[in-house]
T-cell receptor
Framework: AQTVTQSQPEMSVQEAETVTLSCTYD???????LFWYKQPPSRQMILVIR??????QNATENRFSVNFQKAAKSFSLKISDSQLGDTAMYFC??????????????FGGGTRVLVKP | DADVTQTPRNRITKTGKRIMLECSQT?????MYWYRQDPGLGLRLIYY???????NKGEISDGYSVSRQAQAKFSLSLESAIPNQTALYFC??????????????FGEGSRLTVL
């Protein structure tokens, strides 16, 4: 079974600065997908960014980018130019690339990010 | 209106009561999921369904049951609620193959407190 570990329960960052959230995972599969989801105080789950394991290029989405290290099984999220609206819980998640497995996600425990003015 | 709607959004109940959490979606997706969220544990899969006749247990299905009444409706039941089922529950949907990007679309969550 896959596991996802987020080692930082909480982080704080000054507005306009950069913060990096770490995520490691364990799998024996070669083809899979990784995600970062954001959960603001409204508790809605919002997809931030998605990475396909067979793509070497790191995914970016505006101020959000990832550092995907497949050999190290590491998938960190960098938030640049942090904004107050980035304050949220962030979850790293793994999805098997095996079609029969469906879109079942395995989540890490989450990292709470507080952006300070 | 939200594409994935959960009711109730908040519920307080007592130990031993039967509780049903309902989920409906307008996205036309075949796949539906129920997760529970606990502090420090992230979200864990309770049950999932790939279509009306295909229901499967997730990693923490004990104490729960589900019903897929239609493509758009997927309900989670706690037959006899206990305090350690106090959690935030999420319903989610996803596309099937073809247009599937792997993304899950979540409802707004149902916070359940069992006293």
């Amino acid at each position: 079974a896959q596991t996802v570990t987020q080692s930082q329960p909480e982080m704080s960052v000054q507005e306009a600065e950069t913060v990096t959230l770490s995520c490691t995972y364990d799998t024996s599969e070669n083809n899979y997908y990784l995600f970062w989801y954001k959960q603001p105080p409204s508790r809605q789950m919002i997809l931030v960014i998605r990475q396909e394991a067979y793509k070497q290029q790191n995914a970016t989405e505006n101020r959000f980018s990832v550092n995907f290290q497949k050999a190290a099984k590491s998938f960190s999220l960098k938030i640049s130019d942090s904004q107050l609206g980035d304050t949220a819980m962030y979850f790293c998640a793994f999805m098997s690339g095996i079609k029969a497995a469906g879109n079942k996600l395995t989540f890490g425990g989450g990292t709470r990010v507080l952006v300070k003015p | 209106d939200a594409d994935v709607t959960q009711t109730p959004r908040n519920r307080i109940t007592k130990t031993g009561k039967r509780i049903m959490l309902e989920c409906s979606q307008t996205k036309g997706h075949d796949r539906m999921y129920w997760y529970r969220q606990d502090p420090g544990l992230g979200l864990r899969l309770i049950y999932y369904s790939f279509d009306v006749k295909d229901i499967n247990k997730g990693e923490i299905s004990d104490g729960y049951s589900v019903s897929r009444q239609a493509q758009a409706k997927f309900s989670l039941s706690l037959e006899s609620a206990i305090p350690n089922q106090t959690a935030l529950y999420f319903c989610a949907t996803s596309e099937t193959s073809g247009r599937n990007t792997g993304e899950l679309f979540f409802g707004e969550g149902s916070r359940l407190t069992v006293l």
